[in-house]
C-alpha cells in the first residue's frame, strides 16, 4: 500500500448474505485543482486543529 492506495475491508450490511470483501481505492489524478489559495487552505487546516495542536504549531513556527 502507499499514500495513493487503500484496501478498504468492507461487508453486506444485510446479516442474513454476510458477504465480506476488499475494494481496492487508489487515488488517479486531477480534473479540476481547487479554487483555494495555498493560504486558505493552510487557514482551513490549523481551524480545524484541536487548541493544544495548534499551540504546539505556533511554538514550532517560532523555531524557524
Do not use: W
Not at 2 to 30: I, Q, R, W
Not at 40 to 47: F, P, S, T, Y
Not at 50 to 61: D, V, Y
Request: net charge negative; hydrophobic share 35%; with cysteine.
Amino acid at each position: 500500500m502507499s499514500t495513493k492506495h487503500a484496501d478498504l475491508y468492507c461487508s453486506c450490511s444485510d446479516p442474513e448474505c454476510g458477504h465480506t470483501f476488499v475494494m481496492n481505492l487508489s487515488y488517479s489524478h486531477t480534473l479540476s485543482p481547487s479554487a483555494k489559495t495555498t493560504d486558505q487552505l493552510a487557514i482551513n487546516l490549523v481551524r480545524a486543529m484541536s487548541p493544544e495542536k495548534r499551540a504546539a504549531l505556533q511554538e514550532q513556527l517560532t523555531m524557524l
